[in-house]
């Protein structure tokens, strides 16, 4: 019994969350509501589910930035990492300074591919995007010695 109040209030939690002011890269309501349900897809581990509704998202329009990373991630989660790979690149394509440590995400999923070239480009690209985040700056930098 305990249990199920957890996990009604952690739902309800999500939807107040999800219903909460955000500033998404889009405007189109129905682009919106589709990322959202592949928010609560993926957080429910229902990874194919998720992914028809971030296509569906980026269908809507193509430069809704944060459902490609979000499918790209979704994509990684699944293991399927060539897919997320492309995916990613499609999203930092859009704004590459708006979530620049995907650039790292990527190269290190490149590197997991044995794409070394590659993920030395990624790298690369993160260290160009100016970032700040000394952190990664420092992990991106030792990735390309």
């Known amino acids: ?27 189109k309501k129905s682009a919106i509501k589709a990322y959202q349900d592949g ?19 980026v269908s809507i329009d193509k430069s809704f930035i944060e ?10 989660e699944m293991k399927q990492y060539r ?22 995400i ?3 999923l490149e590197f997991r591919l044995s794409k070394y070239e590659d993920a030395i480009k990624s790298y ?3 260290l160009n995007t100016g970032s700040k985040n000394q952190k990664h700056i420092r992990a991106a930098s030792k990735n390309i010695e």
Do not use: C
């Open 1 to 27: 019994m305990t249990k199920k109040i957890l996990i009604s209030i952690m739902m309800f939690t999500n939807l107040i969350l999800l219903d909460a002011q955000v500033n998404y890269s889009t405007g």
């Open 124 to 126: 690369q690209a993160f």
């Open 39 to 57: 928010i609560l897809s993926l957080n429910a581990k229902q990874y194919d589910q998720a992914i028809l509704h971030f296509n569906k998202a």
């Open 83 to 104: 897919e997320a790979v492309r995916i990613y690149h499609k999203g930092l394509q859009i704004d590459p300074e708006f979530h620049p440590y995907s650039f790292i």
């Open 106 to 108: 990527v190269g290190n």
């Open 67 to 76: 459902a490609w990373l979000v499918m790209a991630q979704t994509y990684e």
